[in-house]
Every structure is written in structure tokens, then in C-alpha cells.
């Protein structure tokens, strides 16, 4: 069963690209980069960062916005090249995940106000993650009360915060202001 979201003003932004892949090349036309998993090319996208929904980087990592929080501000932390579990990162990937997860826990509640934090991660397709192909670890804002009846009795998730000021917020609460100039590639 599916949640419906309620209040997501972004959404209507989400629909208007129907028909198009998830860098935003219309259907019937060759991307610019076809290899590579969903989050490599978003990343390669030519979009800015903000238009991606990309809230930092790091060296070997980013973290990027969920186009379907479950919480305002769900946002993920990810390698940049695609692979598909932590035993496949090398060192300085791990260090930089892990690095950047905190931080982004840090904004969350500097730029959310958020009262706790969800970390996560779905290590494969049997364990819930839909894109099993690139590991990516959640990072979801919790407020007192965030699950409410509209959950539990209507399917709806209510969104208080549009993903441009999500990413705004974010970026605003990241430790030391906003992310480091080398972040942001």
C-alpha cells in the first residue's frame, strides 16, 4: 500500500515530468550519459546542484534530497559511483559517508528544527532498497508527532516544506555554514 502526500507543493513540478527520465531527457531521447546507475547520473546531470537537489559533496560522496521523503528534508548520503553495499567502498569512501552523514544529521536539526534523526541503510533489493544498485544511507528528519492519524488512517503523509526549501535549510544548518567550497564539485 502506497502513501499519498498531502501539501507537497513540489509535486505538481514532479508530474509535469512524466514521460521523462530522471535527469530530465524527454522519453525517445538519448541522455547525454546512459551508463551508470540513477544516482551517478543524476549527479553527471548538467543541472546545478540545486536543480538536483544535490545538498553537498564531498571528494567521493554527496548528499542529496529524496524526491519522495518521508519526512521534510529525507535526504540520502551516497558514494559517487555506483556501488552496491558497504563492503564495496574503499576506505577514504567510508570515512567520507560516515562523515558526511553526521553532518547532514547536524543540519537537519540546525536548519530543520527537527526534535530527532532516522540513519539508515537498505542493504539490498530483500531489505527494502528500491535503487539496490548504489548503496545510499537515509537520512530522515523526526518531529514529535510526525506520524500522525493521517498516516495511519488515510495513506497520506503531510509535507509541510517544499524541496527547494529543504535544500535550502540544509544547506543553511551544515555545520561551519554551508558546505565548503571543494563540496560543491
Same mark, same amino acid.
Given at each position: ?27 525517445g531521447e538519448a541522455p547525454p550519459t546512459p ?8 549527479? +553527471? %546531470?548538467?543541472? &546545478?546542484?540545486? =536543480?538536483?537537489?544535490? $545538498?553537498?559533496?564531498?571528494? !567521493?560522496?554527496?548528499?542529496?534530497? /529524496? ?35 553526521r553532518d547532514l544529521t547536524v543540519a537537519c ?7 530527532a534523526v532516522n540513519v539508515g541503510v537498505n542493504?539490498?533489493? +530483500? %531489505?527494502?532498497? &528500491?535503487?539496490? =544498485?548504489?548503496?545510499? $544511507?537515509?537520512?530522515?528528519? !523526526?518531529?514529535?508527532?510526525?506520524? /500522525? ?37
Open positions: 500500500m502506497t502513501l499519498d502526500h498531502l501539501w507537497s507543493t513540489w509535486r505538481s513540478e514532479y508530474v509535469g515530468t512524466l514521460g521523462d527520465d530522471p535527469i530530465g531527457q524527454p522519453t551508463e551508470g546507475t540513477l544516482f551517478e547520473r543524476i549527479l +553527471a %546531470a548538467p543541472a &546545478s546542484d540545486r =536543480d538536483k537537489f544535490v $545538498v553537498a559533496r564531498g571528494r !567521493r560522496c554527496f548528499a542529496l534530497l /529524496n524526491l519522495f521523503p518521508y519526512t521534510a528534508g529525507h535526504a540520502m548520503v551516497l558514494p559517487n559511483r555506483g556501488v552496491p553495499g558497504l563492503v564495496d567502498l574503499d576506505e577514504e569512501e567510508f570515512s567520507e559517508l560516515w562523515a558526511l552523514v536539526r540546525e536548519g530543520l528544527g527537527c526534535d542493504l539490498g533489493e +530483500a %531489505a527494502g532498497g &528500491s535503487q539496490s =544498485d548504489h548503496l545510499h $544511507v537515509h537520512v530522515v528528519p !523526526r518531529w514529535v508527532g510526525d506520524a /500522525n492519524f493521517m498516516t495511519a488512517t488515510a495513506d497520506t503523509r503531510t509535507l509541510p516544506v517544499a524541496l527547494p526549501e529543504a535544500w535550502d535549510r540544509l544547506r543553511a544548518g551544515w555545520p561551519g555554514g554551508a558546505p565548503a567550497a571543494w563540496m560543491e564539485g
